[in-house]
């Protein structure tokens, strides 16, 4: 479980967040929603201790591997070399696990190709793939779809769903609403510099999708009986 | 598991990486780069990199020992610029290695190994912080101020070998301690204070100086002081303990230090690039290299601001090369105002030159990515749209090498000049000197361009001009340049006669040369109208 208690950020000269508040739960796909350059990414970076809290607490219970929606990936080396750089730092998944999701990403081709010949989506398969390696409970994953085709989209939506099914922790970015309705158990977006997380229903989501598309302003909010908060 | 294996494979890519970069071994033989790619293991890239060491410094030190050597000082002066030549290569190996540690791996932010580390992120970061002080000590430091050592103490001044591994040792462990003690002040306390941390750098380099060095020189006017049999234990000894007690915190402040987050690095990104977005008119000085064009002064303003913060490495380095030439000024000028014949000044003279003309080659192949015109090639099409043809791009990229290497040759021609212009009878070589060196980087730096200018526009790609091929001709030039007035002086005895008709021969070679170009610049422009068409 991750717990974030009245945390506040600033850039110079642009706050992001300020006493802010949110619980993501264990083993779920929790999707951080918004506009490009509203702070999701910021916001998985101050998860990930990438970028340290102004004040407040961030409460991590296990390691998080963050994923960067553009990843550097040594273009000097081939999508083998990296393979073999990531397992010399974490030897926790055998070959054969590893062949398997090679395979399911459909990089077998590519991986002695160097990666700079991939594609920005290629770059995303290999770096979930290589992040998967080193086995960790929660991923960050930051825009996975934004450069994808359709195919590869479907694609990545499968494998997220079968690593939830493994007991994952996902949290993933994206502006992507149709994305966000699919994957999502639960649905975080930022406003006025607090968190607001709801669950993802029918409902809830038809409702936030109106909320969206009024300029972007919630009327209100109300507390579940379980913490969450769901707009009304 | 021991960090250092941890991270080995890590290493193992860059330092193959490196190796498949290297001018140098490109410069000496392709085959034999080949040669080393081929037998480059995670198992063996340390050992064959200590041969590489090795030979550099031997081919640095052959470099250094002859420019001593060429110079017909006394021994007391030899010792001065040698204790001059520490502090120079000693202040700016600080400089750059304290403000690089600033951010440790480049493209930190977004590199995806780096974020997969989780908790072994910090370990990395120092592993790549003690790399970079032992390869700058051992690819730089040591290399360059090994033969002059050797000289210098062959010439009289023994003493200088004794000095010499106290001052590797201190040196190593005050610079050393000084990265790691320092990183908790640039990335907590001096986070929002760029200006007051960038100052702070040079404060730094120069305290490590005064803790090595000026230790040193400090003790060894103490021994000197007391005139005894035991005037060297009075050196040595406390030298030791102060060596035992930066040793102790070495270990210390490795052990403790660097327990910050990396926001401050991400901040300074954002910094710069707001910044950026701010500036709307180019620099007015830029309008001198671009005349009146402005989609061409904005592209050179990109390229100049590009190079500034991307990469400050470079920038550094060049800055370095620009000083060195002001040292390399003055052993010309000191030579020149001691030495009774022109011969010894021109030799040296001629190797300082050469040394000059490989680092202009070297920096010009370094910064392609940003300097040649093929670096644009995704927006040559763009930038058509705005009337601006290859041939003007090629411009733009000719000031742009200009303002970038002009200056350390400039520095290294005009200084001598100036020097001479109080010294009456040295007026007419350093004129011919001066005329030699500008007409020489003019070839230098607008010969690769062109033909990759011209590669670019008339889509060729079989025959291309490789970086070794510029070294070899300034090795030609200069060599035979060199071997004709030795050969002329010994056989006639007339020196200067000797002198002023190869420097004349030579700046009329320069001169067709320079013709040649315009030559090709014509074509280009001719060729680009002929494609417009």
Known sequence: MIKLENISFSYPGETILSEANLTIEQGKITVVLGKNGVGKTTLLSLIDGYLTIDSGHIHLEEDAIYIYDQPHLYDYLSGREYIELIKSVSANKTDQSLDHFIEHLQLTDALDKMIHAYSLGMKHKLALLTALMVNYQTYLIDEPLASLDPESQALMITFFKAMKEEGKTLVISTHMLEVAYELADDIVFFNDLKLRKIENSFDSFKAFKSYVLESLKVKSVSEESDGNKKIK | ?533
């Open chain 2, 1 to 533: 598991m021991d960090n250092v294996k941890l991270f080995d494979r890590y290493f193992f890519y860059q330092a193959r990486e490196d190796i498949k970069n290297s001018f140098l071994l490109e410069s000496l033989s392709k085959r034999f780069k080949t040669w080393i790619l081929n037998r480059y293991s995670v198992k063996n890239y340390k050992t064959i990199n200590a041969y590489l060491a090795l030979l550099k410094t031997l081919l640095f030190s052959a470099i250094y020992g002859l420019i001593f050597l060429s110079l017909e000082v006394s021994a007391d002066f030899l010792l001065g610029l040698t204790y001059a030549l520490f502090f120079v290569v000693g202040g700016f190996m600080s400089l750059i290695i304290l403000s690089l540690s600033r951010q440790a791996i480049d493209g930190i932010e977004h590199d995806h190994f780096f974020r997969v580390l989780a908790k072994n992120r910090q370990s990395l970061i120092k592993r790549v912080l003690v790399k970079r002080l032992n390869k700058g000590f051992f690819l730089w430091f040591i290399p360059l101020t090994f033969m002059p050592v050797l000289v210098t103490s062959l010439s009289g001044s023994l003493v200088m070998i004794l000095h010499y591994p106290f001052i590797l040792i201190t040196f190593y462990l005050v610079l050393y301690s000084t990265i790691f003690l320092t990183q908790k002040l640039y990335f907590h306390t001096l986070r929002n204070h760029p200006i007051i941390s960038d100052i702070s750098l040079y404060c730094f380099s120069g305290l490590t100086l005064i803790l090595s060095f000026g230790v040193q020189l400090l003790l060894m006017g103490l021994s000197t002081l007391v005139r005894a049999s035991y005037e060297i234990l009075v050196y040595i000894g406390p030298l030791i303990f102060y060596i035992g007690v930066l040793w102790l915190i070495k270990g210390l402040v490795y052990k403790h230090t660097l327990n910050y987050s990396f926001t401050h690095t991400v901040i300074m990104k954002q910094r710069a690039y707001v910044k950026s977005n701010k500036i709307q008119k180019p620099y007015k000085v830029l309008k001198l290299f671009t005349k009146k064009h402005k989609v061409l002064q904005q592209i050179l303003m990109k390229d100049l601001l590009s190079f500034y913060r991307k990469d400050k490495r470079e920038f550094f380095s060049l800055l370095t090369t620009s000083l060195m030439s002001v040292v390399y000024s003055g052993f010309i000028i000191s030579a020149l105002s001691q030495s009774e014949g022109l011969l010894s000044v021109f030799i040296g003279d001629n190797v300082l030159l050469i040394m000059i003309m490989i680092f202009t080659v070297f920096y010009l192949y370094r910064f392609k990515a940003i300097t040649w015109v093929s670096s644009e090639d995704k927006y040559l099409t763009f930038y058509q749209t705005f009337d601006v043809d290859h041939a003007s791009l090629y411009k733009v990229k000719v000031s742009l090498n200009q303002i970038l290497l002009m200056p350390a040759l400039l520095i290294y021609g005009a200084l001598p000049f100036i020097f001479s212009l109080w010294q009456g009878e040295l007026l007419p070589y350093t004129s011919l000197r001066l005329i030699v060196i500008v007409l020489y980087a003019l070839v230098m730096i607008k010969y690769p361009l062109i033909r990759d200018a011209l590669k670019i526009h008339e889509k060729r790609t079989n025959s291309f001009f490789a970086a070794q091929d510029l070294v070899v001709i300034i090795l030609l030039i200069q060599g035979a340049l060199l071997f004709g007035l030795v050969f002329i002086s010994g056989q006639l005895g007339i020196e200067s006669v000797g002198v002023y008709s190869i420097i004349g021969l030579f700046i009329v070679a320069l001169m067709i040369e320079n013709f040649h170009i315009r030559h090709l610049e014509k074509r280009l422009k001719r060729t680009g109208e002929i494609s417009h068409d």
